[in-house]
T-cell receptor, first 118, second 113 residues
Framework: GAGVSQSPRYKVTKRGQDVALRCDPI?????LYWYRQALGQGPEFLTY????????KSGLPNDRFSAERPEGSISTLTIQRTEQRDSAMYRC????????????????FGPGTRLTVL | AQSVAQPEDQVNVAEGNPLTVKCTYS??????LFWYVQYPNRGLQFLLK??????LVKGSYGFEAEFNKSQTSFHLKKPSALVSDSALYFC???????????FGTGTRLQVFP
């Protein structure tokens, strides 16, 4: 079946502009995660959802970053007033998700959105 | 705090030879460990995971990993490397009490013909 999709694949914006990054998870997956990956580094957690509920946003670097998943499927990560330091690969992942307790599910990643802030 | 370390930035191996990509972890409680591979211009692909049970875990593309509790390691292995295995490999651990993954810095594997 279809995997996780993200759009756009590449986004170039000017400093100060707002950007919205979209993630469409694998159909039926309850959990959705956002990570950010700087060049030469591993992905770092930003936030995650179970259904439409944001469970953990401890990785969002500041209040310019926000995410939503209003219908429990597609999610949008929004960065307001972008800065050059926001340039990175933004990765989305989804997993089946289990009700309650700690999930051992595999997270499946999308292709990522490469954000460049000029 | 949970963490993983990948001590080698790059591993070079000749095609047909066995390969090992190292990973050590630090967690409180039982570790849930994962390996992912990243090919150029593509997303992270899941290779294998250790949750519990047999210390030798088999995964995709002929890869396997050995969980060693006493050495707190989870090294990725393959008996015979292919040129097409050349990629960036990430080890990750599930955060205890949460669902996020904590990744290492990655190891670039280069397989030479």
């Amino acid at each position: 079946g279809a995997g996780v999709s993200q759009s756009p694949r590449y986004k170039v914006t000017k400093r100060g502009q707002d950007v919205a990054l979209r993630c469409d998870p694998i159909s039926g997956h309850v959990s959705l995660y956002w990570y950010r990956q700087a060049l030469g580094q591993g992905p770092e957690f930003l936030t995650y959802f179970n259904y439409e509920a944001q469970q953990d946003k401890s990785g969002l670097p500041n209040d310019r970053f926000s995410a939503e998943r209003p219908e429990g499927s597609i999610s949008t990560l929004t960065i307001q007033r972008t800065e050059q330091r926001d340039s990175a690969m933004y990765r989305c992942a989804s997993s089946l998700g289990l009700a309650g307790g700690q999930s051992t599910d595999t997270q499946y990643f999308g292709p990522g959105t490469r954000l460049t802030v000029l | 705090a949970q963490s993983v370390a990948q001590p080698e930035d790059q591993v070079n191996v000749a095609e047909g030879n066995p390969l090992t990509v190292k990973c050590t972890y630090s967690v409180s409680g039982n570790p849930y460990l994962f390996w992912y591979v990243q090919y150029p211009n593509r997303g992270l692909q899941f290779l294998l995971k250790y949750i519990t049970g047999d210390n030798l875990v088999k995964g995709s593309y002929g890869f396997e990993a050995e969980f060693n509790k006493s050495q707190t390691s989870f090294h990725l292995k393959k008996p015979s490397a292919l040129v097409s295995d050349s990629a960036l490999y990430f080890c990750a651990v599930r955060d205890v009490g949460g669902d996020k993954l904590i990744f290492g810095t990655g190891t670039r594997l280069q397989v030479f013909p």
